[in-house]
């Protein structure tokens, strides 16, 4: 079968004219992905802004006395209703003070131990350690220790004695 030039001429014109509607047809395709995908960010974005406004105006609401009284709560756990943490900062207290900090073991309980609060958060700990003395030998010492809660999560050892 022959064409003749007349029916070459048109099927060229046709096969132009649909790809010429395949490239506006994906254009399209593009656009609408593209415009779908910042509409979702933009809806992402404002919820991102609305809980962080309310975030700031929830924080803002407090007066300065609601946020010292907030700070003095959480002071306050240490300083009246701690005696554990204080038993484990007397601890880290004693065995930076031993000769062989490694080798020492303490009660795995505050069970074993006196812990007493005196009052503007500070505790006074009795307990003892095992660890090496200077010749290698496992020995048993008592120990007291006075700390104090400085605020901030802030411990400071006022005093440490060993009793052999």
């Known amino acids: 079968m022959t064409l003749t030039e007349e ?3 048109k099927i060229e014109e046709e096969e132009k004219f649909r790809a010429e509607a395949r490239v506006r047809a ?3 395709t593009v656009k609408k992905s593209k415009s779908g995908s910042s509409g979702c960010l933009g809806v992402i974005l404002l919820v991102f802004t609305v809980l962080v406004l309310i975030g700031l105006l929830k924080d803002s ?4 006395e609601q946020k010292a009284q907030e700070k003095i709560n959480r002071e306050d756990k240490y300083c009246n209703n701690d005696n554990t ?3 484990v900062m007397a601890k880290d207290f004693v065995e930076k003070s031993l000769k062989a900090p490694s080798t020492a073991s303490f009660p ?3 069970l074993d131990s006196e812990i007493t609060n005196i009052g503007d958060c500070t505790y ?3 307990s003892y350690v095992d660890s090496e003395n200077s010749f290698g030998a496992k020995v048993r010492t008592s120990y007291f220790a006075k700390i104090k809660y400085m605020g901030n999560e802030e411990w400071r050892a006022l005093n440490i004695n060993f009793d052999n």
């Open 7 to 9: 029916e070459k001429r």
């Open 26 to 28: 994906e254009a399209k």
């Open 61 to 64: 609401s407090k007066t300065p």
């Open 85 to 87: 943490m204080a038993f």
């Open 108 to 110: 795995w309980t505050t």
């Open 124 to 126: 006074t700990v009795r």
